[in-house]
């Protein structure tokens, strides 16, 4: 019987330590975009057009959207995230995914707040959303 108990214990301290895949708060300032895009999986990303770039897009999936800034001292893109497992990123507005914003490839931070702070209008030259 004390086994039992034991065991249950440690079965529901381990469940609780499972991983959520979709979470940004595990998100690191600095991450490359490749190690985001191989932590959500790759399946799960789809870039946008870079300003002056032949390629116009790579499609891996439909549960991002994004957007690609020039603003003359770095390309700045951003990643929506849709959060909802249920969803796709074509069944969300804009409003209701988690922008995660990288800078040269790099994640520079994310949320809704940050990415108000980045990007201001007047640095919008080149806007691709999908």
Known sequence: MVRMI??????????????????????????????????????????GYTWGADDVSQGYGDRYKSEVFDNHDAELEVLYFCANPDKTASEMSESEMIPLIFKDGFLAGWGRDYYEKSIPDDKMLNKFLK
């Open 6 to 47: 034991i065991f249950i214990a440690c079965v529901l301290t381990f469940c609780g330590c499972s991983l959520d895949k979709n979470r940004p708060v595990r998100f690191s300032v600095g991450m490359s975009k490749r190690a985001v895009v191989d932590m959500v999986g790759k399946d799960k990303i789809r870039t």
